[in-house]
């Protein structure tokens, strides 16, 4: 019986498609300055916000499905979640502005009903999902199966304990099958990310070799005292703009052949730029 109700559970009855970096950029330009506060500098790592546009439509079209919102940091996880139901509800004029956030402990068979219809066209967020018990899995289940297209669901955690959890509880694993992964958000790559879109932000791009060097650069602030954050990576790009812009033969050279530019008319950030030696 379990293993029929499974495979009727097993296809959704939406397909999404990973957003083009133009679709991202679309979309990020018609965020409300509340949303951008929301998500904070997330939004700058264009794969996470692909994932978090895609996760808003997902709840957005009112179908049975939840997302799960996957991060180290339980504050950022909150954060994240708030604003993905922010966003979707833009996009659901029924909205009523109710959302409720619950520990996966404390989530009670008896009492998710009733937290539903309290809900209904609201949002509710069950922070620490890896420790939903069974018999709360099946009555979520069964509820969102009834309920969720007027109730917003999100799981938030980590991935191990959420993916634990959903491999335990079938009747949920295939209600959640949108992911937002944030997990490895401030490391290195997600720096560099930010870097390279505050710098678009400032109409300037990077090239390769300016990448590699902006690497090198954040790798050197770490210590054991210190870990990089955005702050010091928009110090770093601050000073390489300033750099590229002091007057001299290469500068003028670079105007006059236009290597100064890239094709979108953008200033092109250099390895020399980011040089220690030229700060």
């Known amino acids: 019986e379990h293993a029929k109700e499974a495979q009727e559970h097993d296809a959704l009855d939406f397909e999404y498609e990973p957003l083009s970096d133009e679709q991202i950029q679309e979309r990020l330009s018609k965020l409300t300055e509340a949303e951008k506060q929301q998500y904070g500098y997330i939004l700058h790592n264009h794969d996470i916000a692909g994932q978090i546009f895609i996760a808003s439509d997902i709840l957005a079209e009112r179908s049975k499905y939840g997302v799960c919102v996957v991060v180290k940091d339980k504050n950022l996880t909150l954060d994240v979640a708030k604003g993905i ?3 979707a509800s833009r996009n659901y004029k029924s909205f009523t502005g109710k959302a409720a956030k619950i520990s996966g402990s404390d989530l009670k068979a008896e009492k998710i009903p009733g937290f539903f219809k309290q809900l209904h066209n609201g949002a509710l967020i069950i922070t620490d999902a890896g420790s939903i018990m069974h018999d709360s899995a099946k009555a979520l289940a069964n509820a969102m199966n009834v309920n969720a297209k007027y109730t917003m669901v999100l799981l938030t955690g980590s991935d191990k304990s959420i993916r634990d959890m959903l491999n335990r509880e079938w009747r949920l694993d295939k209600l959640f099958d949108m992911s937002v992964d944030t997990e490895n958000i401030g490391g290195d790559d997600s720096l560099v990310a930010y870097g390279r879109e505050y710098a678009r932000e400032q109409e300037y791009s990077i090239d ?12 050197e602030l770490q210590t054991f005292e210190h870990k990089p954050t955005p702050e010091d990576v928009k110090k770093i790009v601050d000073e390489a703009i300033e750099h590229s812009s002091k007057k001299g033969i290469g500068h003028l050279v670079e105007v006059i052949s236009r290597k100064r530019y890239d094709d979108e008319d953008m200033i092109i950030l250099r390895e020399k730029d980011f040089l220690i030696d030229n700060r």
């Open 85 to 87: 139901v922010r966003t």
């Open 208 to 219: 390769n070799l300016g990448i590699l060097a902006l690497h090198t650069r954040i790798e």
